[in-house]
């Protein structure tokens, strides 16, 4: 075993996190593809995850920071290096005061939501269905059916690329579509606290029902796939422009263009990275030639080794 694996194994375990090696991370993306890990941290607490970070920093040790993996592309050859995953371990919502919420990174956002309905609390049910967790979704301002991130976040504990442990305000985040100051600056979020108002428990129910009868509907959530697979650009909708290029249902392999929304990319069953991947580059390419758009992945590729 690498020196350095065998030290930073050494540390998670000190620090109660659960360590695997050679975990196939197909079993930690929704697009259900990708090869082994050469090591898995499952991270315990906060504290953990700076101490890990700050080792594998100082020990140039490539990692990266996983949550539920519903924005990930990972290469059917792994990814050699560590996966630290924010998730099972790191999943506690607690009620601050009368309308305040704070949820660790690993607690997904239909659990916070259902922990609101408990608590009669609205401003989170556009989240409702939305297959990430916390962390995820406030680095990236996740957001939808007029919904996003920022209209109830207040704050999050997050620590820098040093390991250092900070506090970021909604005013620090310079939040817009799908963008938050994290993915510029490179903090990762440990939890966050949204304030929500107080509303009537069944019109709450009545409303995540609704939009997720609405999700059911209008998208292929019965395939794996990473929700909506690129960016909308300004004034446009990606899934209309690929169906106005005539890419309903385009395939390679297992990978389509979803004919139920043309905005999902989804495995339909054997397919690889490569063939989702091929999928999202034909589409670009032709949406670009047909249209003069050219779509930005919303998904997050991630190569086995270094680029």
Known sequence: ????????????????????????????????VGGECDVFIEVASGEALCELIRFVKE?????????NGSNVLFSDEGYRGVILHVGQMM????????????????????????????????????????PG?????????????????????????????DGEMITVKADDMRFSYRYSALMDNGSLVVSAVFRLAKGDKSE????????????????????????????????????ALIEQSGLRGYS???????????GFVINKGGASAKDIMQVIKDVQKIVQEKTGFLLEPEVRLIPAGED
Do not use: W
């Open 133 to 161: 967790y916390v962390g995820g979704a406030v680095f990236m301002n996740a957001g939808a059916y007029g919904g996003e991130v920022k209209d109830v976040f207040v704050s999050a504990d997050a620590i820098t690329p």
């Open 1 to 32: 075993m690498n020196e350095k694996y065998f030290d930073i194994i050494t540390l998670a375990l000190k620090y109660g996190c659960e360590v695997r090696e050679r975990e196939p991370l197909s079993a930690h993306c929704t697009f259900r």
């Open 91 to 130: 999943n506690k919502i607690t009620l601050i005061d009368d309308t305040t919420i704070c949820a660790q990174a690993g607690a997904s956002l239909t659990r916070v939501c259902n922990f609101a309905l408990e608590n009669s609390l609205t401003g989170l049910e556009f989240s409702y269905g939305i």
């Open 204 to 239: 709450i129910k009545a409303k995540m029902d609704e939009l997720m009868g609405k999700r059911k509907a209008k998208q292929p959530i019965e395939y794996p796939s990473a929700g909506s697979t690129f960016k909308r650009p300004k004034d446009q909708f990606a899934g």
């Open 252 to 262: 390679v392999g297992g990978a389509c263009v979803s004919e139920k929304h043309c």
């Open 59 to 67: 020990n140039s040790v490539r990692y990266f920071v996983l949550g």
